[in-house]
C-alpha cells in the first residue's frame, strides 16, 4: 500500500481518540452551503467520509435527514455509538451505496483530498438531485496566531500535512463553478495533553515509527507548557473552516 493510501485508512486506529479531541464545523458553514436549495425545511442530506460524524452531528442537530457513509469499519462504529437518528453505512466516494438522485446535499468534511476526484465527482453528481449541492470543507489553524505558528513547526513530522490549501476541486461537466467562503471557528482545548492528543488524530501522526511519534510528542508538550497562551488551563485554538459549494446542473 502507497503512503497517499496507508494515510486515508490510518484514522480508525485512532477512531475513540478521533471523535474525543477533533474539532465540530461551524454551523454557519452547514447553512451556506445549502443556501442554494432555497428552502430551510428538512433535508436528504448525505456526509460522505463522515469519519466518527463530527459533521453528521451539526448536520442532524440542524434537522435533517441524514445518512453517513464511511470506508473505515472502527470509524464507522464510532460514529454509530455516538451519533443518533443517523443512516450509517460502508462505502466509499468512489463507489456510493446510495440510488441515483436520492439526495439534496453531499457534505464532505476534511476528506475531499484523499478522493479520486475522477471517480468520485460523477459518483456524487449519481447520487445528487438536479439543483442539489455538493459542500466540500476543511478545517483550518490560522496562520497569523504566533504561538500557532512556532506550535506547527515543533509538531512537524518526516511526513508532511497532507492538505494542500485551497485543495483544487476538478471542474467537472455535472457542477457549476465552486462557490467559495471562509467561516471562523475555534477549537477549545482544556490542556497541553488534550491539545497533543488532537494532534496525535492527524494522519502523518498516525503512519510515522512510534520513536518518531514519541520525540515529536515530547517537543510538544514542552512548547505547551512553556507558552503562556496554553500553559494555564483552557485555551482556544483560532481556526476557520474553508467551504466550497458547487451546485449540480441538470443532465
Ligand atoms: C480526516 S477524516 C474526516 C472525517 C470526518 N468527515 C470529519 O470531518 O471528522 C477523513 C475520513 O475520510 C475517510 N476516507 C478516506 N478515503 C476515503 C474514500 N476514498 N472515500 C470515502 N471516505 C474516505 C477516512 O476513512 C476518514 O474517516
Redesign the pocket.
Known amino acids: 500500500m502507497d503512503l497517499h493510501a496507508r494515510r ?2 490510518s ?2 486506529a485512532q477512531a475513540e481518540a ?1 471523535a474525543e479531541h ?1 474539532p465540530d ?1 461551524p454551523v454557519a458553514a452547514i447553512r451556506w452551503a445549502l443556501e442554494p436549495l432555497g428552502t430551510s425545511e428538512r433535508l436528504d442530506v448525505l ?10 452531528a451539526g448536520l442532524v442537530a440542524e434537522g435533517h435527514r441524514v445518512t453517513a ?4 469499519e472502527q ?1 464507522l462504529s464510532e460514529l454509530v455509538r455516538r451519533v443518533h437518528d443517523v443512516r450509517a453505512l460502508p ?4 463507489h456510493i451505496p446510495v440510488p441515483d438522485s436520492t439526495v439534496d446535499a453531499v ?5 475531499f483530498h ?3 476526484q475522477e471517480k ?1 465527482l460523477p459518483e456524487i453528481a449519481r447520487v445528487l438531485r438536479p439543483g442539489g449541492v455538493l459542500a466540500a ?1 476543511w ?1 483550518e489553524t490560522e496562520d497569523d496566531v504566533p504561538w500557532l505558528k512556532d506550535f506547527q513547526q515543533v509538531s512537524n513530522t518526516s511526513v508532511e500535512s497532507q492538505r494542500q490549501s485551497p485543495v483544487k476541486i476538478m471542474a467537472h461537466p455535472l457542477f457549476e463553478a465552486p462557490e467559495h467562503k471562509i467561516f471562523p471557528h475555534v477549537h477549545r482545548r482544556n490542556s497541553p495533553e488534550a491539545a497533543i492528543a488532537w494532534i496525535n ?3 502523518r501522526m498516525l503512519v510515522i515509527d512510534d520513536e518518531e511519534r514519541a520525540e515529536v510528542n515530547d517537543r510538544m508538550l514542552a512548547f505547551l507548557r512553556e507558552r503562556p497562551e496554553t500553559s494555564n488551563g483552557p485555551f482556544d485554538v483560532p481556526m476557520y473552516s474553508d467551504v466550497f459549494r458547487m451546485v449540480r446542473v441538470s443532465d
Open positions: 486515508a485508512d484514522f480508525g478521533y477533533r464545523y456526509d460522505l467520509a463522515a469519519g466518527t460524524g463530527k459533521l453528521t457513509v464511511e470506508p473505515n470509524m462505502g466509499h466516494a468512489e457534505f464532505v468534511a476534511t476528506a484523499w478522493f479520486d468520485a470543507m478545517l488524530t492527524h494522519s
